[in-house]
Structures are given as structure tokens and as C-alpha cells.
């Protein structure tokens, strides 16, 4: 912020209001998520245990990826962060909303430097969760748009060229 007050308001750069971060902001050009939404039976087919269950999976694989290093030490606790946004988007109670408020993903996603390839690390992760959907209850029939979602959301949540 030191910056900011000696260069003026005018010279400002988002960087200046996001702890943490180094590089500037990338918008992609494709802008926000347009396309369908996951289906909101999913939710009362999987039940919320299994949505646990496929985060807490899906963080292991990033566990073992090459974006490890974005993530907090404990990284089942925080599988249970994105385990909540899921359970809304799918039709639970929105649970996560309650208690960390709007969403804003992609800001709450600019400290983290995500990249293009970061992007593709992390949809392979969750792809190879999902090669086994039956160990979660996940319903096959709506697979295919939740993973175009992924895909959509995903490409909104990069910030860094
Ligand atoms: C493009 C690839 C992505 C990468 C590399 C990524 C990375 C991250 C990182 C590093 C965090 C912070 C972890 C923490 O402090 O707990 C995070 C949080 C989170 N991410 Fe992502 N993410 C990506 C895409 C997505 C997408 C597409 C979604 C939604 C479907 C999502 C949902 C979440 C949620 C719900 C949180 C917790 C936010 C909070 O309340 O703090 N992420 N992600």
C-alpha cells in the first residue's frame, strides 16, 4: 500500500490489494462461467458423505501433484472447504455460504498464482477421482455436464499468464 500512496490512486494495481501475491492479475478473456450448471439431484443421490469422501480424494491426488505447494499443510481440512461448496452447488444447504459468505471464487482465488497448467493439474486430479464414480454414489448420467462445469469454472479461476 506504501506504493500506492506515493504513486496516487491513479497508479494503483490490484496487486495492491491482494496480500500476498507478486504477479499481475490475469482476466481470462472468456469472462465468467456462462454455459449449464451441475444438477441439483445430485446432491440427494450422492448424500453429503459421499461428497466428502470424493473432495477428501480429490485432494489426495493434489496432494501428490506438482501444485501441492498452492495448498495448506492440512490438506483433508481443506477438502472439506471445497466439500461445502459442492454440497451447495448440488443441491444441499447452503452451508458454505453461511458460514464464509458469498462465494467470490475467483477472488478468493487470487492469492494463489493459477496458472494455465496449474488449471490442468487440478482438472486431471478431479477427472481421476471421477474415472471411479461409483465409489462416491456419483449418479453417471450427470457426469457429463459436471464435468464441462468443472472445465467452465476452472478456466475462470485462472490469474496468472
Ligand atoms: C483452476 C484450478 C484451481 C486451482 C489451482 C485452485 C486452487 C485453490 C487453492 C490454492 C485454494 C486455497 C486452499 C485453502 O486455503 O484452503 C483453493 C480454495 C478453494 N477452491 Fe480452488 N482452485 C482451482 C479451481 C477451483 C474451482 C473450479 C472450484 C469450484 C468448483 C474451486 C473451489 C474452491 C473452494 C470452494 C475453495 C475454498 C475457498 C475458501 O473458502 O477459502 N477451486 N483453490
Known sequence: MWKSRLLGFNQMTIMDFV???NKPVYTPPGGPPQGLSPSREIYAMMGEANIFK????????LEQSNIRALFPQDIVEASKKQALFLVGVLGGPPVYMETFGRPRMRARHLPFEID??????????????LEHPARYAFPEEHLPVFLHWLDDFSAWMVNTP
Not at 470424493?54 to 491426488?61: D, G, M, P, V, W
Not at 494455465?116 to 477421482?129: D, H, I, N, P
Request: proline share 4%; glycine share 8%; hydrophobic share 35%.
Open 19 to 21: 496480500p500476498g501475491r
Open 54 to 61: 470424493l473432495c477428501e480424494a480429490f485432494y489426495r491426488e
Open 116 to 129: 494455465e497448467a496449474a488449471r490442468q493439474t487440478w482438472l486431471g486430479c478431479f477427472r481421476k477421482v
